[in-house]
């Protein structure tokens, strides 16, 4: 089992930034990839960006330019930093670990007012 959990949600101006943290506990060696989606209300759950455990990245075009993702290896965790944020960026954001099983985490609040 792979325990996961995301911080640094809240409110933010447009044009702003803010930095989602996610940390993995438990099986963590079985885990390839983590990544982050988001979900705004009344739509699907969108994927944004991911990182391989070599470090390779990839990127949604919606966010790419803006948006980066990065691991701390020795921390179990992987983070978003969010720049030039958006109000259509306002949604639900969740990590997630991916290896045999997906597992996600209960996510945080993202809003960015206009």
């Known amino acids: 089992q792979v325990q996961v959990m995301e911080s640094g949600g809240g409110l933010v101006q447009a044009g702003g930034s803010l930095r989602l943290s996610c940390a993995a506990s438990?099986?963590?060696?079985?885990?390839?990839?983590m990544g982050w989606y988001r979900q705004a209300p009344r739509k699907p759950r969108e994927f944004l960006a991911s990182?391989?455990?070599?470090?390779?990245?990839n990127y949604a075009s919606s966010v790419k330019g803006r948006f980066t993702i990065s691991r701390d290896n020795a921390e179990n965790s992987v983070y978003l930093q969010m720049n030039s944020l958006k109000p259509e960026d306002t949604a639900d954001y969740y990590c997630n670990a991916h290896g045999k099983f997906d597992y996600w985490g209960p996510g945080t609040q993202v809003t960015v007012s206009s």
């Open positions: 438990g099986s963590i060696f079985s885990i390839n990839s």
């Open positions: 990182i391989q455990s070599d470090g390779t990245t």
